[in-house]
């Protein structure tokens, strides 16, 4: 447990005055966000507002998780360094699709093509090195032990989905100051619980006994204070946004921690805002193809509900809201599919 409240604390205070040195950076440097035109409004207020702003977390979320291996509990695994590299990796696609637009001063960074791709040469690297080397699970599953083996080329293929998919997602619900970073601090919190309720019942969920659960729940955790300090600074009205360097990483990271958890399928109610503000883009474009009208005001699903005159900062603390009881229904299910097989190794222990 130290171990774990080492790294969220560190990667708290990180975040929480490290911020302000990365707003000062790019403030000086005039990297300001640029807003789209067919958005609300109400965001073109917001232009020249720093972004990049997931730098301070993708640093402080790791400086978190190399402190609490300085303790002498806990050693470095190849799951743990498989999982950060997954979270730098998206985090520089998310980089370069800023810099493009801060170079550029649009709001068009990396084309479709370049960004997928830099995410399927980061997919199948985790994808490959997942399984021989750090204990991945070569697996689709809900709970661990509820999972259904995969050939080679279509664990490939679903993981591409899995880390592309949540990365985008995440990215999607960054649309309000606050919103995707302070539904990120709940999701990783409950991922600490996760990893950790695995970690002290070893082999009651069909993983690996090589693949270390700890390490997960350490790295979760420092990135639910990294995401926590960066939100003081990031909630209304946003001092800098965290940008797609931000969303994709910790998209990314999420689908990585979900994967070596054998927790994949579960992600549909932990990430259950997130599942809905992508739902949301998917129904406005297939109905407006087919039907030559829009299902919303406009997608994501946040800018509907501006639109309808919500203010910003009702809509961030309802979704929050969401967002938990989303994260309830799936760590209620995660326990009660689990707690089952925790109870059967304990009476075979017996």
């Keep these: 447990m130290i171990p774990i409240l080492t790294a969220g604390a560190v990667g708290l205070l990180v975040s929480l005055f490290g911020t302000p040195l990365v707003i000062r950076f790019f403030r000086t440097r005039g990297f300001g966000q640029p807003i789209r035109e067919e958005g609300p409004e109400s965001h073109q207020s917001k232009a020249g507002t720093p972004t990049m702003g997931g730098t301070a977390i993708v640093l402080a979320a790791v400086i978190g998780w190399v402190a609490a291996h300085g303790l002498p509990t806990l050693d470095l695994t190849p799951i743990g360094l498989l999982a950060v590299a997954t979270f730098v990796g998206m985090a520089l696609v998310g980089a370069a699709d800023d810099w493009i637009k801060l170079r550029f001063r649009r709001n068009l960074g990396l084309n479709k093509t370049a960004k997928f791709t830099g995410q399927a040469v980061i997919a199948i690297a985790f994808a490959t090195l997942g399984p021989a080397y750090a204990g991945l699970p070569r697996a689709v599953s809900l709970t661990g032990d509820l999972s259904v083996p995969l050939p080679t080329v279509v664990f490939v293929v679903w993981m591409f989905v899995l880390l592309s998919g949540v ?112 739902v949301s883009v998917i129904l406005q474009v297939l109905v407006f193809r087919t039907r030559g009208t829009r299902l919303f005001r406009m997608a994501p699903l946040h800018h509907h509900f501006e639109l309808l005159g919500w203010q910003e900062t009702t809509i961030i603390v309802r979704f929050w809201l969401l967002a938990g009881i989303g994260i309830a229904a799936g760590l209620g299910l995660f326990y009660a599919e689990s707690v089952g097989r925790v109870i059967e190794e304990l009476g075979g222990r017996a």
């Excluded at 997602?169 to 919190?189: C, E, I, K, P, Q």
């Excluded at 729940?217 to 946003?238: I, Y």
């Excluded at 910790?250 to 992508?278: D, N």
Aim: aromatic share 10%; glycine share 14%.
């Design 167 to 278: 990365s985008n997602a995440v990215n999607l619900t960054d649309g309000l100051d606050g919103l995707a970073a302070g539904t990120s601090v709940l999701v990783f919190g409950s991922y600490t619980l996760v990893a950790f309720w695995q970690y002290r019942n070893p082999g009651a969920f069909g993983l690996p006994t090589d693949l270390d659960p700890l390490d997960l729940a350490v790295l979760s955790s420092a990135t639910m204070g990294a995401c926590a300090g960066f939100l003081w600074h990031n909630a209304p009205p946003a001092r800098i946004f965290m940008g797609d360097t931000g969303s994709l990483g910790l998209g990314g990271l999420l689908a990585a921690i979900a994967a070596a958890t054998g927790t994949q399928l579960l992600l549909v109610f932990v990430g259950a805002l997130f599942v809905a503000e992508t």
